[in-house]
């Protein structure tokens, strides 16, 4: 892993002028969303008060501004990026709205991500699917959210995936 620096762009807190080149190709994590490809950053936000976060999960905006872990419930667009901080009740900043990292993916960056629900085939490549209900994976068996585009196929229970934000807005949907 190597972290370069980029030139500052706007009003962004000097903690997200990062650019992260991550080859995963080599290192993958089973349990959770993982870069594969492309180009991401880190940024950080205030997370929501007196919530539990698990690291590598889909953050989402809460719809006040505060970051809180995505499921598969409906109306979890648009997803922010991917924590990359555990966040417990014993953690002594639960009950505060402090600020935490997550990978913020451009449009070309393809994940590593776990099928959670269902079976994955090679016939799904190029079509939506789901969040899983803990937000760490995929479920193929729903697309109800269409949050996520499949893009390559590694075995059963591996997809490389693409973050759609904006898929409410998709063509047809």
């Known amino acids: 892993m190597s972290v370069t620096a980029r030139k500052a762009v706007g009003s962004l807190p000097k903690e997200s002028l990062l650019t992260l080149k991550i080859n995963n190709h080599k290192t993958r994590f089973m349990n959770s969303f993982t870069i594969w490809s492309g180009d991401t950053y880190v940024d950080w936000a205030p997370k ?7 690291a590598n999960a889909m953050l ?9 872990q995505a499921t598969d419930a409906a109306g979890q667009n648009p997803f922010a990026g991917i924590g990359l901080r555990t966040v417990a009740s014993t953690d002594s900043d639960y009950a505060s709205a402090t ?5 913020v993916p451009a449009s070309d960056t393809i994940f590593l ?3 959670v ?23 193929v068996t729903t697309t109800a959210q269409v949050g996520i585009l499949i893009v390559g ?3 059963a229970t591996q997809a490389l995936v693409k973050i759609n934000s ?8």
Not at 99 to 103: A, E, N, R
Not at 117 to 139: E, H, N, P, R, W
Not at 166 to 173: E, T
């Open 153 to 155: 196929f590694i075995s």
């Open 117 to 139: 629900t269902g079976t994955l085939t090679a016939a799904m490549v190029g079509t939506y699917c789901d969040l899983a209900s803990t937000g760490v994976g995929i479920k």
């Open 48 to 54: 929501l008060v007196s919530t539990a976060l698990t």
């Open 60 to 68: 989402r905006w809460n719809g006040s501004g505060y970051l809180t």
């Open 99 to 103: 600020k935490i990292p997550f990978v």
């Open 113 to 115: 991500a776990p099928v």
């Open 166 to 173: 904006a898929a409410q807005w998709k063509p047809g949907a």
